[in-house]
């Protein structure tokens, strides 16, 4: 029912920014809870940030103070502001919806590439 579409990525130096954008297809966007999840190489998808239908919103102890998640109803996209990068914030990032009443992020985008050099 949901497409997503990551997009932003690419190879920063420690202590850059980077934004990163997800375009979602779907009526019912605006009813979504949206998150951003992280995958790095040989370790476990992690979770990063997430903001409700009413923009509450939970970030990982790694990233607090440093990412920002936002998203625009009427644009359908949901933002990662990611600041005073790390190398550990080097992965594939994923963008994920939940819809209302359900406990699970059953929607997922591709990913898109974050590489943060020393």
């Known amino acids: 029912q949901v497409q997503l579409v990551e997009s932003g990525g690419g190879l920063v130096q420690a202590g850059g920014s980077l934004r990163l954008s997800c375009a979602a297809s779907?009526?019912?966007?605006?009813?979504?809870?949206m998150g951003w999840f992280r995958q790095a190489p040989g370790k476990e998808r992690e979770f990063v940030a997430t903001?409700?239908?009413?923009?509450?919103?939970h970030y990982a102890d790694s990233v607090k103070g440093r990412f920002t998640i936002s998203r625009d109803n009427a644009k359908n996209t949901v933002s990662l502001q990611m600041n005073n990068l790390k190398p550990e914030d080097t992965a594939v990032y994923y963008c994920?919806?939940?819809?209302?009443?359900?406990?699970?992020?059953?929607?997922w985008g591709q990913g898109t590439q974050v590489t943060v050099s020393s």
């Open positions: 994920a919806a939940r819809r209302m009443f359900f406990s699970e992020f059953d929607y």
């Open positions: 779907g009526r019912t966007f605006s009813s979504y809870d």
């Open positions: 903001i409700n239908w009413n923009n509450a919103t």
